[in-house]
């Protein structure tokens, strides 16, 4: 039941501490012994060379994040793709190419059909991440690691998603530390339903921000490198749930087109986390600032200077390994607060189903 909450999709945002936490659970020993992610699973990365992943929707970008992931701390090739599209087209594999398969569900269709193709065309087996045990993806995959969020009701995915990236993000250490790799990561990752929880504390600041969104038509979501899926995962909530056209975009991309539609009518949303990329975010934002944009930042202390045009959020700081999974947190909240003032039905938007079972 949705118990003291008006909505499902505002319990599953504030069950997410309790959600990380199990997925974390039993799988990161504090001490230097092997992650336990099950034999299959350990064996199935021990033997990748490189990775494809296949999902939909928002399991499309937790697996978006999850190829910077890879890419920069395990050096494996990495590529994502929308499994509606990687079904219709000819893809071939690289010598030890394994499948990550991400579905919150397990029973969309179009995730099911990718994977079946991928077989087919000889990929290295299929490691699934999912959220339920019994589902038709979980029988079709050779190893499961299960995201344990326990039943999402809101058709916009919430705590599906953080818990998909920390179970990618054990997947990444297991690989990181085959490399040899030996850092704080571990610790990162167990700091964080404690950080997430700190972060879900500033809700009633971030509804203070949605009345700028209710009654605009357009929105942009800015975000770079690791940052950028998170920037395309806020815009497809804002999307889904309160009817507002929102894009993501890298935010390096946007002189290159999207800069034309900024004006007093766009809100723009960054993420401004303090990574190697702060600094061309900065002059971004700067671009955006200029043209009369009304910017809405979620970045560090000091991390740009803001004056007019710029309403900045304050967020904790943290380690750059886990700083997607919390910087999509202040995102999630604001889409609900925004649809919630629009009026619409926040758990059921229309056209939309939770889950896709037909093509
Ligand atoms: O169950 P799945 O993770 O396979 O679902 C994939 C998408 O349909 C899903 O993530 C969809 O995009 C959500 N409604 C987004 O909030």
Known sequence: SRGEYRHYMQKEIFEQPMALGRTLQGRLPLDDAPLALGEKTMSLLANARAIRILACGTSYHAGLTAAYWFESLCRLPCRVEVASEFRYRDSYPMPNELVIAISQSGETADTLAAVHDARERGFDGVLAICNVDESSLARAADAVLLTRA???????????????????????????????????????????????????????????????????????????????????????????????????????????????????????????????????????????????????????????????????HSMPACHPFISPILYVLPLQMLSYHVAVLKGTDVDRPRNLAKSVTVE
């Open 150 to 312: 326990g039943p999402e009701i809101g058709v916009a995915s919430t705590k599906a998603f953080t818990t998909q990236l920390a179970a990618l993000a054990l997947t990444v250490l297991a690989l990181a530390e085959r490399e040899g790799v030996r850092s704080d990561m571990r610790q990162a990752l167990l700091r964080l339903p404690t950080q997430v929880e700190e972060i879900l504390a500033m809700d009633s600041a971030i509804e203070e921000l949605a009345a700028a969104f209710a009654d605009k038509h357009h929105a942009l979501f800015l975000g770079r490198g690791v940052h950028y899926p998170i920037a395309l995962e806020g815009a497809l909530k804002l999307k889904e749930i309160s009817y507002i056209h929102a894009e993501g975009y890298p935010a390096g991309e946007l002189k290159h087109g999207p800069l034309a539609l900024v004006n007093e009518e766009m809100p723009v949303v960054a993420v401004a986390p303090n990574d190697s990329l702060l600094e061309k975010l900065r002059s971004n934002l700067e671009e955006v600032r200029a043209r009369g944009g009304q910017l809405f930042v979620f970045g560090e202390d000091g991390a740009v200077d803001h004056g007019g045009g710029m309403r900045f």
